[in-house]
């Protein structure tokens, strides 16, 4: 089956403008989350969306945000870019929760 | 939160040697532990889980022990291979109706030398 696809794979953004990224889940997944990491800060969690609706968020700036479609298709917006926003940007899909996530291969973003 | 440290951040063994990665977590509520394997250009990929009632799964070479009075949990990997060069992370979670988040460890870098 499928897995998680990320789209795009790279992104280079100047400093103050905005981004979306997308992430098509696996088939029958319902909970799509977000995560960033860096070299400094490792792994963080984002977000989680669950049949459209936001149900876990974590400690990221309100220029950060994320939606969910009727089809699990999922997109995350960053606005007013900073420097320290480079990252990658990694999507995990799941049935229902963090049991069985697949993660997708990212969205390598490099603010310049 | 959930704090999970690991150790160490670098491993370096010769291939038929044992690995072994150790996390500690913070929240006793926490009740999934996954170990993700993340190769350069990839996202990470789960290759062994523990929920909080077992204390020790296997699968192949590889094998996950949990202590909850202590807790921590580690990662065990025997005979290794040129092809279990990778980081490791590990990760905790409270899972609830209300939503579940995965709080990984800082990884560690294990490369098998031939």
């Known amino acids: 089956k499928a897995g998680v696809t990320q789209t795009p794979r790279y992104l280079i953004k100047t400093r103050g403008q905005q981004v979306t990224l997308s992430c098509s889940p696996i088939s029958g997944h319902r909970s799509v989350s977000w995560y960033q990491q860096t070299p400094g800060q490792g792994l963080q969690f984002l977000f989680e969306?669950?049949?459209?609706?936001?149900?876990n968020k974590g400690n990221f700036p309100g220029r950060f945000s994320g939606r969910q479609f009727s089809n699990s298709r999922s997109e995350m917006n960053v606005s007013t870019l900073e420097l320290g926003d480079s990252a990658l940007y990694l999507c995990?899909?799941?049935?229902?929760?963090?049991?069985?996530?697949?993660f997708g291969s990212g969205t390598r973003l490099t603010v310049v | 939160g959930e704090n999970v440290e690991q150790h160490p951040s670098t491993l370096s063994v010769q291939e038929g040697d044992s690995a072994v990665i150790k996390c500690t977590y913070s929240?006793?509520?926490?009740?999934?532990f996954p170990w993700y394997k993340q190769e350069l250009g990839k996202g990470p990929q789960l290759i062994i889980d523990?929920?909080?009632?077992?204390g020790e799964k296997k699968d192949q070479r590889i094998a996950v022990t949990l202590n909850k009075t202590a807790k921590h949990f580690s990662l065990h990997i025997t005979e290794t291979q040129p092809e279990d060069s990778a980081v490791y992370f590990c990760a905790a979670s409270r899972e609830s109706g209300g939503g579940n988040k995965l709080t990984f460890g800082t990884g560690t870098q294990l490369k098998v030398e031939l």
């Open positions: 969306y669950f049949s459209e609706t936001q149900r």
């Open positions: 929240d006793s509520a926490s009740n999934y």
């Open positions: 995990a899909s799941s049935l229902g929760g963090a049991d069985g996530y697949t």
């Open positions: 523990i929920r909080s009632n077992v």
